[in-house]
């Protein structure tokens, strides 16, 4: 061994071996270790008051910091916004104090309560011309049916007269120093009273959940300067109408309206019965069927190739047509849509734009998914027990965890909703060249784990 390997030896041994230091009782808060700074306790610190007066200026600065930042976060009660950037504010979040039904998102907003009543941005409530007394039951036409439910709607829009006349006048003002640029994740989000939100020019960037569960929202209006976003009818789309970003959940409600139906109308099942004191379902059936192909009917436009983000939950549509130019399907495209039973793919040459049930009369169509569908993501199209027909084609690569959840139960024993998936492909190649996430496949009979079967080299409907 070398001199060199030696004394690196002695070195390493002398730096690992433990080390024992004895010290002395009455010496222990004083005694120092040789090559290190003595203990400083209960001697005066050198320099102290400086060292003192240094730490406070430091905390006051932390504090004036901290208070700076803080000031880039404007909110009140209702309105929460944060600056981002070059003076531009992100719209973060809005809590409805229960009386705000139209939202206009472009400049920071604040709400006032003038002391002289004049506030003008309380909804204003238009009478249905109904009759004044109760029509007479069992009705047999659907014109009978529509003035039985006028009078129902006109007894519910006195109730919210007389409400309204307790809640306080308000202005919503913009401060248009400020311009909005961004809407966040979940800035509207579970509200029950916003009926129309308007998209200024400002706006460049909405967060896919950013109206997530706005019950009462009928209608998203873009203004047609934006660049970045338009509308089709109430229905938010990015500009260049390759994604659709927002189908509002009670646009059936601005439908209704439109087609002349003055309530919402069901499917018959044996749950809602009690309409037979009404109508007869013999008279009803040919009602309803026209009115879930007016209302609850949409054609989704030529021009899409994706489908957003949360962009149909919660919906009423029934019956959806998907262009055969779609790619994709993102996270909970089609979320909880209890109505849901149809999916039909078209196939077009003309531009189709027009998304009313009139612009699916005498297209060229087939069940289900589209060829060339790649991407089918979580929670896609779960929870729609109304579904019961599904078809993945062979251009499918993705299909996340759960995408199917909810479509099938058990009802004594039978399979009910979705009864089985269709597939394109082989088991073989499906595994090879389809990445899917976990329980794809929805389970029928939770307490027994039973999965609904999977039938491969399927043959479309």
Known sequence: MSKKDKKDKKMYNALTD??????????????????????????????????KAIFIIVIVVSIALSMYFSLSILTTDTFTFAEISDGNYQFTKFSNPGYITELSINWVLDIEYPENGEGTAKEEIVLTDAPDTLPEIPVKTKAELIEYNKYLLKQEQLAAIERAKLLPDFIITEDK?????????????????????????????IDGKAFYSCWALQRIIVDENNPNYCDIDGVLYTKDKKTVVCYPCD??????????????????????????????????????????????????????????????????????????????IENLGFFEMPNLSDFYTYITEAAIEETSYEAAEGLNTYLSFPEGLEYIGTDAVSYNKALTYVYIPSSVSFIGHHAFWEDSYADKGEIRGLPEINVAKTKEEFKKTTETGDEWVPIYDSNLLRKIPVNYEATRK
């Open 18 to 51: 433990d080390t024992v230091i004895e010290i002395p009782e009455d010496e222990i808060y004083t005694y120092q270790i040789e090559g290190l700074a003595a203990p400083h306790i209960g001697k005066p610190y050198k320099h102290y008051t400086l060292k």
């Open 177 to 205: 120093n400020k311009p909005v640029t961004s809407v966040k994740e979940y800035a509207i989000n579970g509200d029950g009273y916003i009926k129309t939100i308007y998209i200024g020019e400002n706006v460049l960037d």
């Open 251 to 328: 646009r059936d409600a601005y439908l209704r309206e439109k087609y002349g139906y003055p309530t919402e109308m069901w499917q018959w099942t044996p749950q809602n019965a009690e309409k037979k004191d009404i109508i007869s379902p013999e008279d009803y059936a040919p009602i309803f069927e026209e009115y879930r192909e007016k209302v609850m009917t949409y054609v989704i436009p030529s021009t899409v190739e994706n489908v957003g983000e949360l962009c149909f939950n919660y919906s009423n549509l029934a019956t959806v047509y998907l262009p055969e130019g779609l790619k994709r």
